[in-house]
């Protein structure tokens, strides 16, 4: 269990900024986008990225569907752009990771997400949108292809286009953070990802994940243990040495406690966060 402190913001990710649109309605209405493409290997934590909510796609199949669980489903299951998919992958060229998700608790890393190629075709997602401002994170890639997003508020003429993702195989993608405030509630926020242009028989574009947050949310701490590994054995009695890593986007850690079920173990308040777990008993 981590604790909140002082606040302060962290980064997760590289502000490496290709392309950037704001457009203000004559009412008020806003639409702010932002490309930032994502390095290969980075493992993006959809539990600190999405306080009010988060989707990822992919998991297993091509309809698997894990979200935030807790909260009210605010980021809808996307909308196929044509016939030719979507499909299930693996080779993602960076990660995901939760802690809070349903209908899988907790993953690390996973590269999968779903496909679909074909030029025009793609995803699109439906949000609806209020005279509240929020942030939605879409991550997005291609294959053999350059993508077209696209996002549009309906009820005004506020529309956004990128084609920053173009990769000629398997490639690097990127994640469009979209700020978004309608003048009246009961409006739309269209997101489009397609294919525009092709460079194999098989080019697609990618849809992983999606958050949303909004000024001044609360993100929670995160914590990953880093040893021992998934599936490590030991004998009974060992003292086993526990090692994990903990990070608050907004905030600062105060204190690590570790836990077997309702039994506290004990605590570890500076980094590395650490504690030797003595004579285990035999059990998984």
Known sequence: MAEKTSVGRLMLLPLIICALGTVRGACGATLSVTFTPIPQGTDVDLTAEGPLDWVHWGLYTDSSLDRKAGVTPQIPDFIPKGFAGPFSYADNFNGYSWSDGTPTPAITNTTTGVWVYEKYKGFQLNLPADTTTRTLKV???????????????????LKYSDTSISNVGNGPGGVYTLTCSADSPGQTLTVKFVVERTFDPAGNVTLQAATLTIPGANYPPTVRITSPADDDNFSAGSNIPILLDAADADGAIANVEFCEGATRLGESTASPYNLIWSNVAAGN
């Open 139 to 157: 991550y997005v890639g291609t294959f053999g292809a350059q993508g077209e997003f696209e996002a549009t508020l309906g009820g005004t003429r």
